[in-house]
């Protein structure tokens, strides 16, 4: 068991906010409660254009994923620990299939299956 199920999730892609938005609305199927909020039953996602993006230090290093475009910040809803952290993983499976690339950053990151 986990004491902290949050989860920080870093995107690499050249989708537009709005394209990803989109993305990520169909895959949770869930509601849109504000302009950079999905609240879903299993979890609230905030997604947010990363302050620390810097397109230079991409270009040398796309690897370096605290610079990347986009992240996700990811609280469960009311629902089972392993329920949540397996969820984590196929959403994190169905990003890396549409954008460049993800990652997610949490104490049960290691659970994550490696995609």
Not at 36 to 58: L, P
Request: aromatic content about 18%; hydrophobic content about 35%; glycine content about 2%.
């Amino acid at each position: 068991m986990y004491d902290n199920l949050y989860c920080k999730m870093f995107i690499d892609t050249d989708l537009t906010y709005e394209e990803l938005f989109a993305l990520l609305l169909k895959y949770t199927d869930g509601k849109k409660q504000a302009v950079t909020y999905i609240n879903t039953q299993w979890c609230d996602i905030s997604v947010q254009k990363n302050r620390e993006y810097d397109a230079e230090r991409y270009f040398v290093d796309p690897s370096e994923f605290l610079y990347w475009k986009y992240y996700l910040d990811i609280e469960p809803n009311d629902t089972k620990e392993s329920i949540y952290i397996k969820k984590i993983s196929d959403f994190l499976g169905y990003i890396k299939e549409h954008c460049n690339d993800a990652i997610a950053a949490c104490d049960f990151e290691d659970d994550l299956i490696n995609l």
